[in-house]
């Protein structure tokens, strides 16, 4: 089964609770916390776990315990970004393996607490075991968002898409040294009304279409407008792969897809971030995803980005 089966077959089942206020399916979840016993006033707290696994997200063999605690908190602290939501507290559980020795333990710990220092957002607890595999790191997350939430679900027709920063080439070293786009998402939220929005993990070519479904609507994008990084560049000298391509599909960018309405552009643009804006593209009534080429002429989206497929049943 692909993961995107996977995850909707999970909502499908999961049982559905009063207090719950975003469910499976958004960056982050959302539970309701009373504040008061009579239950007058509340809070939605905001929740998020998120695993990094040596030899999937980071290589031991080439990459240091700290740089894959930085990875792992950063990974986590990108889905609060998504929610344009400000992080609180982190809990982090670690599955050493068993020749571990506490030097590594303690490089990993620092590399966390670097990560999550820079959003002043503490580690208050969590769990440590050792096993017979590789090094397993999970992190969870409690945000707040001062006003609601942004979820996937809102995009209208006629909104303009943006992207932040440039995307592509990320394997040549910024899936380990990114930083969560927490800042830009609460500065753009706090001027503009963001319809929807999550962050690129698994590549454009596969989160875009996640988006659209839950908004049940459809794009289209134009391949010129999309900000290619030159590590995308770079990789394609030696690939045979398109600059446009690797933006397209190779993922670990984490950077912010959003929608909003086109007379907000030049306000978030008026912010002057020295991360850049992109138009890439405008949502459409017709539910399907189309790229188009400077000429007009365009063409069904491309398949890529990264999808895990479990084993079958």
């Not at 968002?145 to 006629?158: D, F």
């Not at 560049?233 to 600059?243: E, I, K, S, W």
């Amino acid at each position: 089964m692909h993961e995107n089966d996977l995850l909707a077959w999970f909502a499908a089942n999961a049982h559905r609770y009063a207090h719950v206020g975003v469910g499976i399916g958004d960056d982050m979840a959302g539970v309701v916390i009373h504040g008061h016993a009579d239950g007058s006033s509340g809070v939605l707290a905001l929740l998020k776990v998120d695993q990094a696994l040596d030899r999937v997200h980071f290589d031991l063999r080439e990459h240091t315990p700290r740089q894959a605690g930085v990875k792992a908190v950063n990974r986590c602290l990108s889905d609060c970004a998504a929610m344009a939501c400000r992080p609180r507290a982190i809990l982090i559980a670690v599955a050493l393996p068993q020749n571990a020795s506490t030097e590594m333990a303690q490089e990993l710990f620092k590399g966390c607490e670097s990560a999550a220092g820079v959003f002043g957002c503490p580690i208050v607890g969590g769990d440590t075991a050792v096993w017979d595999q590789r090094l397993a790191i999970t992190v969870a997350a409690m945000g707040e968002s001062p006003v609601a939430p942004v979820r996937r679900h809102g995009a209208a027709v006629g909104d303009a898409i943006i992207l932040t920063g440039r995307v592509g080439g990320s394997i040549l070293g910024r899936h380990l040294t990114f930083t969560p786009r927490i800042a830009e998402a609460q500065a753009i939220h706090q001027v503009a009304a963001i319809h929807a929005m999550m962050d690129l993990s698994d590549g454009l070519a596969q989160d875009l279409p996640r988006l659209l479904a839950a908004s049940g609507v459809g794009a289209v994008v134009e391949a010129a407008s999309i900000p290619i990084h030159p590590d995308a560049h770079t990789l394609a000298r030696t690939d045979g792969q398109t600059p446009l391509t690797h933006a397209l599909v190779d993922g670990e960018d984490y950077e912010l897809l959003l929608t909003l309405a086109p007379a907000d552009v030049s306000r978030i643009q008026a912010l002057g971030m020295s991360v850049k804006l992109t138009v890439i593209g405008t949502i459409t009534a017709r539910r399907e995803l189309r790229l188009q080429d400077e000429h007009g002429a365009s063409q069904a989206w491309p398949r890529g980005g990264w999808e895990y497929e479990s084993a079958p049943a």
